[in-house]
């Protein structure tokens, strides 16, 4: 079966950084992508890892190690307006298909 | 990108109804997929809408219970057949082009059965 595991909740300070991670189980792996979700919006694309390694955006990174099943959404300069639910979820196959993890809610305070 | 409308946005129904969400895509795209929300967890595929063939579901998903329709690259419909209090969710939809990773989901339609 697929199964995705993130943190349920982060908490952190505005200006910090915070890490979320990502430990996969699935049968296929195209890549690892991360989503924002706001309360009450709809998913936002963040980010998309294929390869092992690092991509920036912005003060967004995320991290991929297929090696270990693993990722994490890196947020930098952390502003009140980040604090949403993160998605990890994995594409197991050539069709765009997408297994979600359970999400984690992050909460940024002043 | 893509621009995706959802309709209705939230509806209350009540059990053994049916109701169909609609689904408008401001582009022409390849993919389009059904996903269902409970409020705070996560987002679970129902199904991936195919233009002019039927629908792929997944798994625990029947097409009697969630008949899908998508008469064209830009529109798709979701029903949700003899409601119970249980279909209670938000259900998005989402689309994206075959050579992209990238989904662009729709703001959700909030269903409440009762």
């Known amino acids: 079966g697929q199964s995705l595991e993130q943190p349920s909740e982060v908490t952190a300070v505005e200006g910090a950084i915070v890490q979320i991670n990502c430990t996969y189980q699935?049968?296929?792996?195209?890549?690892l992508s991360w989503y924002q979700q706001h309360d009450g919006g709809a998913p936002t694309f963040l980010s998309y890892?294929?390869?092992?390694g690092l991509e920036e955006t912005g003060r967004f990174s995320s991290f991929l190690s297929r090696s270990d099943s693993y990722g994490y959404l890196l947020l930098q300069e952390l502003q009140m307006k980040d604090s949403a639910s993160y998605f990890c979820a994995v594409r197991d196959n050539a069709g765009n298909m997408l297994t979600f993890g359970g999400g984690t809610r992050l909460m940024v305070k002043p | 990108s893509a621009v995706i409308s959802q309709k209705p946005s939230r509806d209350i129904c009540q059990r053994g109804t049916s109701l169909t969400i609609q689904c408008q895509v401001d582009?022409?795209?390849?993919?389009m997929f059904w996903y269902r929300q409970q409020p705070g967890q996560s987002l679970t595929l129902i199904a991936t809408?195919?233009?002019?063939?039927?629908?792929?579901?997944e798994s625990g998903f029947v097409i009697d219970k969630f008949p899908i329709s998508r008469p064209n690259l830009t529109f798709s419909t979701l029903t949700v057949s003899n409601m119970s209090p249980e279909d209670s969710s938000i259900y998005l939809c989402s689309a994206s082009q075959e050579s992209s990773y990238e989904q662009y989901f729709g703001p959700g339609t909030r269903l409440t059965v009762t």
């Open positions: 699935t049968s296929g792996f195209y890549g």
């Open positions: 890892n294929a390869l092992d």
């Open positions: 582009s022409q795209v390849t993919m």
């Open positions: 809408a195919n233009q002019g063939s039927e629908a792929t579901y």
